[in-house]
């Protein structure tokens, strides 16, 4: 089901059974580093109102989106992904399988999400070590977060850091460095409290 409403740019490719809610936008392009590239949206697709995603995005099936998700161009997003209300995905950022992105979360560019993730509300993912420095642009490093890793509620994570494989953030941490798999952090900046027991 397609709501009368909604835009759909040319050069977009549904599957099957895709629902796309009122006032949404597929494939909008951005500038000539996406015209003519084609947005992909797998079966099954659920994209609530509000929804914008721009020109070049492949996404697979199961896909579901909150009420107004922006998703920049130019992202591979695999299945069964779930991103909240309100979030915000930028450009050339890596999504896997089976990721749960919650509301207004921020997932800035050339970060990458492994299978399984888990990404709390109001997280905030960065990737400029300087801001506002005349190469900022040039440096962006965004973070990656491990197969299984959770990030709680309100935490940051700064640029570059990895989480580690089946790690845990606690919720408001901010994390200033690698975290090693299989261990929980807390706090500000975040250490190590414990290791988890499988």
């Known amino acids: 089901m397609i709501a009368e409403t909604a835009v759909i740019h040319p050069n977009v490719v549904l599957g099957d059974n895709v629902t796309i809610e009122d006032f949404c936008i597929i494939g909008i ?17 659920v994209l609530r109102s509000g929804t914008y995603i721009y020109a ?11 009420n107004k998700a922006n998703i920049r161009e130019l992202n591979n997003i695999g299945d069964d992904v779930s991103i909240g209300t309100m979030s915000v995905i930028e450009h050339h950022v890596e999504i896997c399988d089976n990721v749960r992105i919650h509301s207004q979360a921020f997932i800035p560019e050339y970060s990458r999400l492994e299978k399984n993730a888990w990404i709390g509300p109001n997280v905030v993912l960065t990737n400029a070590r ?28 700064l640029p570059g850091v990895t989480i580690g494989r089946n790690s845990l953030v606690g919720a408001g941490s901010v994390v200033v460095k690698n975290v090693p798999a299989g261990v929980i952090v807390v706090g500000n900046p975040a250490a190590i409290t414990r290791k988890i027991d499988y």
């Not at 392009?29 to 697709?45: H, K, L, W, Y």
């Open 56 to 66: 070049g995005c492949k996404i697979g099936r199961n896909f579901q989106t909150g």
């Open 130 to 157: 300087y801001p506002r420095s005349k190469t900022a642009k040039d440096d962006l490093m965004g973070p990656v977060i491990e197969e299984n890793s959770k990030i709680g509620a309100n935490s940051t994570i």
């Open 29 to 45: 392009p951005f500038s000539s580093a996406t015209e003519g590239q084609t947005t992909v949206i797998g079966d099954n697709a």
